[in-house]
């Protein structure tokens, strides 16, 4: 087709991968563009050897399988090198015309100048998303956090276009390189709005596992990391008087950060604090979202989080973390707490003395949001926007 246009997205798990939030990006953003000219690539991480290189199709999607031995946290890096090092050679092979490759995440800039001259001299172009400022966050050693400071500079430095998932990030991305004179652009994540899931059978042995009852509990979906604020959201919910409880769904492993919790708050000893583990199916997980009372959110290190688009969705009341990026996103259809002792207490007694009519209220106001800024329809507009501003420059 003389007017194709071929978009190649590395740095999630796969297409239709249940996972994360890059997962669902590459997912909903694919089964949101409407356009018939738009080919997409997205290569699959598997662990499998035998699978390397072999390429399957999903919903008209490339995927060819790349394979990377189980690493550790390095497993991504060594994926995205490896994917980014095939579709170099594919798109010289295939002669491959208005092609983009959109890079998601900054973790292999020293590579960037290579893959962006080659890039060019086939008339193709490199998009990067940073996402957060990895380079923050306290599970990393100091070392590791300069390396990735020095991958974001590599990133912006080196890519035709910096899509940025909130308008903080932005900022900074201009602060921070000013020399560089990389076009960015803010693009968020999306959400879906009026959606009524069904209580499925995972969700009843769920409740029934953990004796969970529908608007009986404040509810944490998220990684389970230091800079996420566990401790601290922990910690005030049991100094507060609530008879709910406290249901957190994440990748919990018995780790030094886990341990550590355990020692300094002793959460297993009170009965409302419930880990109840992962859950990656999406009916369920609405399900869990939507009859929750209230829904927390500590995430403090950067961009607009999938997870926080999510709750405001179909949460009726949110309490966030007072932070740029989440008050950019939650802006007054929200409530916010920070450190300071007995801040989300304070949030926790007050929501508890609210009528049906306060949390109607709010629940209209967190649709709005979404609403405004940040449907799948809006946010594939305006990447389109800037792959067409590539392709006529």
């Avoid at 939030?21 to 356009?35: L, M, P, Y």
């Avoid at 109840?276 to 999406?282: A, D, F, K, R, T």
């Avoid at 290190?301 to 709750?311: C, D, K, Q, R, Y």
Wanted: hydrophobic share 35%; aromatic share 16%; with cysteine.
């Amino acid at each position: 087709m003389k007017d194709e246009k071929n978009i190649i997205i590395i740095g999630s798990r796969g297409y239709q991968y249940a996972y994360g939030g890059w997962e669902t990006f590459v997912t909903q953003f694919i089964k949101n563009n409407h356009d018939s000219r738009y080919h997409f690539f997205v290569p699959s991480l598997t662990h499998d050897k035998t699978l390397d290189g072999k390429i399957k199709m999903e919903d008209k999607v490339v995927c060819p399988s790349i394979y990377v031995p189980k690493k550790g946290f390095i497993t991504m890096f060594l994926f995205t090198i490896k994917a980014t090092r095939y579709f170099l050679k594919y798109i010289k092979e295939k002669h491959l015309k208005n092609a983009i490759v959109l890079e998601l995440g900054c973790k292999v800039g020293p590579f960037f100048p290579f893959w962006h001259r080659k890039l060019r001299k086939m008339g193709a172009y490199l998009i990067i998303n940073p996402d957060g400022l990895e380079w923050k966050r306290e599970k990393w050693s100091w070392w590791i956090q300069k390396c990735f400071k020095m991958s974001e500079r590599f990133c912006v430095h080196y890519s035709d276009y910096c899509v940025c998932d909130s308008k903080s990030i932005e900022i900074y991305i201009k602060k921070e390189y000013p020399s560089f004179h990389t076009p960015t652009k803010f693009i968020a994540f999306g959400a879906y709005l009026n959606r009524h899931p069904k209580k499925t059978k995972i969700v009843e042995e769920l409740f029934s596992k953990w004796n969970i009852k529908e608007k009986n509990y404040y509810l944490i979906v998220g990684r389970f990391t230091p800079e996420n604020n566990y401790e601290l959201m922990i910690r005030e919910f049991m100094n507060s008087p609530t008879k709910k409880d406290l249901v957190i769904i994440s990748n919990v492993e018995e780790n030094q950060f886990f341990n550590h919790l355990k020692e300094s708050t002793h959460f297993e000893e009170d009965k409302r604090i419930k880990f109840v583990g992962s859950l990656y199916e999406e009916e369920s997980l609405l399900y869990v979202r939507k009859n929750a009372y209230a829904y927390l959110h500590g995430h403090s290190v950067g961009g607009t989080n999938p997870s926080l688009l999510e709750a405001l969705s179909i949460t009726d009341v949110n309490l966030l973390f007072d932070v740029c990026y989440n008050k950019e996103v939650g802006e007054d259809a929200c409530l916010y707490f920070s450190k300071e002792k007995d801040s989300l207490k304070k949030l926790i007694l007050e929501v508890e003395k609210w009528d049906d009519s306060k949390f109607l209220e709010y629940g209209k106001k967190a649709k709005e949001r979404i609403k405004k800024d940040y449907t799948w329809e809006i946010i594939v507009n305006r990447y389109k926007e800037v792959f067409e501003t590539l392709w006529h420059s």
